[in-house]
């Protein structure tokens, strides 16, 4: 076969092509470039079905022996429909037998590879914590509602629900808030520069979000007309002190009345977010919390406010994970290498005490305060691992018992706090990742990714998104749904949603032209915002019109489902004149008169 396919080359290279020559009663084809690549990817294909053929006796093999995860969606399973994958002809016309492909049998592989490569997947690691994670659900969520919207609404009326008048179950209320999902988009801001961070502040009031443009924008619902009280309109714009390439991470207090970012700078950038804070924007004042510099570049990836605003939490490209007192403008606690690679995220447990970080190590690890003691070193109580890659994100679901993380591996994971990984995985886990040779900045991903870690405690693995280009942030849905979703950027400029309850990807939001970095679903309503490397701040919510297959545009209507339709412009119309000529009588005896 290669020595056939290597000769074709060698012969359009050192021979003139003539079609009317002939050698040896042979005539010379002049071969076209597509036809070359066409066999090319032929031959290809057939070599990937011989060693997907292999791999799945050789895994079909491991599964007869011994199973120890299962998978929840038949899809998982990579041995699936392997002769119906690849639909491939074998042509006896060579000696070889070349695979041959039609045209509509190339596309219809390729988009099969696409498909495969992007579907939805939920792989089951532990069974019985996933069916403990789903019962939780259903307990804060019903599945579906048990009645139309009209009898809902006329039950809540009468105080038809038990032991409960006029109050309808948290169960039943986050199945009817489920039931209309954002499936629409409408643009808030529009800028020439990247941007990164979006979060809801005040209970959803305000919206905040940063760019590379060195601006850090909120924006509130308008309140002046009532049918448009639910755009966006511009509150204030704030100027950064430092911003040496980007506005990396931005975090605001729980009671909104301070503000801090970080960036490419050994400090974290503090602020009051006061009331003459707002009046002038020219007199916003910062206050540079300071790292000493071990490394003359260095990051901050990650902020967070503890939950009383008295502390900051960060990570850092150093290595560190740093906490800053607020009042004292000083750093209290600076844990000496809590990962093995860049601190990429951090957050807060359902208080302070418990701390979360992912770092490019591949770890997550789990810190609690009380078990510190001054003068030890500080060591977490806990670590995950099984990523192939680095971590960039970690959220806690609320009830100090999951865990989720997002790694560049294109795998969400979510953690059970009560199981921990032991000391092997852990390393596997390090050297896995330490053996990765691509750059998630432009590269794709590499194939393999999918291969899980012998050892991984994790409860499921989602798969269906792509993490490249940037730190992309994955969440859990607040707890109006039920918590029953967990909903991330994509590098394909779009949100992915995941749904606990039916083992799919529910939703994808599609609509930015660039990299979804951040995205935060609004705690009161039915409301998701994005910010995007196209430069676009947008808001989903729903619409019932694309239920029904109407016009979605974002530009063809307002908030209020009133269509926004170019006004005509009438030609003023020439007016016709019917104004009548005064009649002359004939008086028809006037000839004997003159006479």
């Known amino acids: ?92 016309d060579s000696d070889s037998d070349c695979p041959t492909l039609s045209r509509h049998e190339e596309e219809a592989m390729y988009k099969r590879e696409r498909d495969a490569a992007f579907r939805g997947r939920f792989t089951v690691g532990d069974p019985d914590g996933y069916e403990s994670l789903k019962q939780n659900i259903l307990s804060h969520c019903s599945q579906t509602p048990t009645c139309s919207v009209p009898d809902f609404l006329g039950k809540r009326e009468i105080g038809h629900w038990k032991r409960r008048a006029r109050s309808t179950p948290k169960a039943e209320q986050a199945a009817y808030v489920n039931k209309f999902f954002p499936n629409c988009r409408k643009i808030v801001n529009k800028t020439v520069s990247k941007t990164f961070c979006c979060q809801y502040v005040r209970d959803g009031d305000q919206l905040v979000c940063a760019s590379q443009d060195e601006m850090i924008r909120f924006f509130r619902k308008n309140q002046g007309r009532s049918d448009r009280c639910d755009r966006y309109v511009m509150d204030r714009e704030i100027m950064v002190k430092v911003c040496s390439w ?53 990051a901050v990836f990650s902020v967070r406010f503890s939950h009383d605003s008295s502390e900051v939490l960060c990570g850092s490209s150093d290595y560190r994970i740093h906490i800053f007192d607020i009042a004292t403008e000083k750093r209290v606690v600076s844990i000496e290498q809590a990962h093995g690679d860049d601190v990429n995220s951090v957050c807060y447990g359902d208080n302070d005490h418990l701390i979360y970080s992912g770092g490019d190590d591949g770890i997550v690890k789990v810190w609690d305060r009380r078990a510190w003691r001054e003068g030890d070193t500080l060591q977490p109580v806990g670590e995950f691992g099984g990523h192939r890659d680095g971590v960039t994100f970690v959220d806690a679901r609320g009830d100090d018992r999951y865990l989720l993380s997002n790694s560049k591996d294109q795998t969400i994971k979510v953690w059970d706090l009560r199981k921990f990984s032991d000391r092997n995985t852990i390393k596997d886990t390090v050297d896995c990742v330490k053996g990765q040779k691509w750059d998630y900045r432009w590269m794709p991903a590499p194939p393999g990714m999918c291969k899980p870690i012998e050892g991984d405690t994790s409860v499921v693995t989602l798969r269906g ?79 019932e019109r694309k239920c029904y297959g109407g016009n979605d545009d974002e530009m063809s209507c307002d908030e209020s489902y009133k269509p926004i339709l170019p006004k005509k412009k009438f030609k003023p119309r020439r007016k016709m004149c019917y104004r009548t000529l005064p009649t002359r009588t004939m008086n028809w005896d006037s000839d004997s008169e003159m006479d």
């Open 1 to 92: 076969m290669g020595a056939w396919f290597s000769s074709i080359f060698s012969f359009n290279a050192y021979y003139p092509l003539n079609k009317q020559r002939a050698i040896q009663n042979c005539p010379i084809v002049a071969w076209h470039q597509r036809d070359l690549l066409s066999a090319a990817a032929e031959i290809a294909a057939l070599d990937r079905m011989v060693a997907r053929i292999a791999a799945t006796e050789k895994r079909t093999a491991n599964m007869a022996s011994s199973s120890q995860a299962s998978s929840t969606n038949l899809y998982d399973s990579d041995s699936e429909g392997e002769n119906q994958l690849y639909p491939v002809v074998i042509s006896s």
């Open 246 to 298: 980007s506005i990396l991470d931005v975090a605001i207090a729980r009671d909104a009345s301070a503000l801090a970012y970080g960036t490419w700078k050994d400090a974290v950038f503090y602020g009051r977010l006061t009331d003459q804070a707002y009046d002038e924007s020219n007199s916003f004042e910062w206050s540079q919390l300071d790292i000493p510099d071990i490394e003359h570049n260095m």
């Open 465 to 543: 998104h792509s993490v490249l280009h940037t730190l992309i942030r994955a969440k859990w849905s607040p707890e109006r749904t039920g918590r029953r979703y967990v909903y991330t950027g994509c590098a394909r400029g779009e949100v992915v949603v995941y749904d606990f309850l039916k083992d799919e990807v529910c939703q994808r939001l599609k609509g930015h032209m660039a990299v979804v970095r951040d995205c935060d679903w609004h705690p009161e309503e039915n409301e998701i915002a994005t910010s995007s490397w196209d430069g676009n701040t947008a808001v989903w919510r729903f619409d």
